[in-house]
């Protein structure tokens, strides 16, 4: 079968651990801002790519998109002369559901230019909709097109557009299993990007101690760990339960500053602490915050390791650095950290 070309969009700063999943599955071909593209075999393996955001068939490639409103033109002949046959087939191959209603774009541009990503979006689809033969619904005004419908991508870079075809019927970072939340709760591929840094392997005993609605156990359950998620908010717990029902997971409310584990009992330590920012600590991590890294250093194995998001590069007091992950999400700029010890 021949290979599909294809481009996995994430959250800024874990590109090189999206890179590392695809190598999974294909052959990766390029990294770029919040993406990798890459050419895989056209099946539905690619839609369980954990670290992306979602996943796209490329439909087209062109360059010469300068900054000025003619160049518009340029977009609409690339999309003219696209292959969209072959990119709706591969779609379905990787698993895209058929039969879709409507159509709708969602456009990227890097750096300033004479038309905005509304103008590229409506550019697109009124090629696309003649094409398809499918009404198209413009996102300008802030409208909302309808769930369902056949999703195109555009992202701009210098002057060279990639036109895209979602795979999935909604991204691939809103997971089914998300159905209760709470604040500060943490973005599945986010999530997945920590546990692929973790290295976690079968019969490793994994703890979030800071579990809020679940996102981090709910993603390492099925590592073939045994994966441990506490929380001291009964309601957080209550939502991970829930999000997690018939999972492998072991839920408790426990104190972050008072662990109810023995010394050297754990293999990989994986937290989202709180920042106080949109959660605020509780129990006796309120008063001594530090009390997490002692508590989590103390029921750590010899050679385990843990893994933090922690809301800058400065390591907490007791614990050093062994590798940092600068990212970007929704405005805050946090840090996947390796710690150890010191």
């Known amino acids: 079968m021949t290979a599909a070309r294809l481009v ?15 190598c999974g599955l294909g052959t990766v071909q390029a990294v770029g801002h919040r993406e990798v593209r890459f050419t895989a075999r056209a099946d539905p393996a690619v839609l369980g790519l954990t670290t992306a955001d979602d996943v796209f068939v490329i439909a087209a490639e062109a360059g010469g998109i300068g900054r000025a409103r003619a160049d518009l033109n340029r977009l609409r002949c690339a999309v003219a002369a696209a292959d969209l046959e072959r990119a709706l087939r591969d779609r379905e191959r990787c698993g895209g559901m058929p039969g879709v209603p409507t159509l709708d774009v969602s456009a990227s541009v890097l750096g300033r230019r004479a038309f905005n990503r509304y103008d590229l979006e409506d550019a697109a689809g009124t090629v696309l909709a003649r094409r398809l033969g499918l009404p198209y619904r413009s996102r300008r ?3 909302r097109p309808p769930a369902g419908g056949l999703s195109w991508r555009l992202t701009v870079v210098d002057d060279r557009v990639t036109v895209a075809l979602r795979i999935p019927g909604r991204p691939l970072h809103r997971r089914s ?5 709470v604040p500060g709760t943490l973005h599945p591929p986010l999530a997945a990007a920590i546990l692929r840094v973790a290295e976690i392997g079968a019969g490793h005993v994994v703890l979030d101690p800071c579990c809020g609605a679940g996102t981090l156990p709910i993603e390492a359950a099925g590592t073939g760990a045994r994966v441990v998620g506490s929380d001291v908010d009964p309601a957080a717990v209550a939502a991970a339960v829930a999000n997690g029902a018939d999972l492998p997971v072991t839920w408790s409310v426990a104190d972050a500053g008072a662990l109810p584990l023995r010394d050297d ?21 309120a008063a001594h915050p530090h009390r997490l890294w002692r508590e989590v250093s103390r029921v750590l194995a010899p050679s385990g390791r ?3 998001l922690l809301p800058d590069r400065h390591p907490p007091a007791g614990l050093l650095a062994e590798r940092t992950i600068p990212v970007s999400l929704f405005g805050s700029h946090p840090v996947i950290t390796v710690l150890r010890p010191g």
């Open 177 to 181: 299993y998300k159905a209760a939340s």
């Open 141 to 143: 005004a802030d409208a």
């Open 265 to 285: 009992t754990v293999d990989r330590v994986v937290v989202n602490p709180p920042w106080a920012r949109q959660v605020v600590p509780r129990g006796r991590l």
């Open 8 to 22: 996995a969009r994430c959250v800024r700063g874990i590109e090189e651990v999206l890179a590392e999943e695809v």
């Open 306 to 308: 843990i893994v933090a």
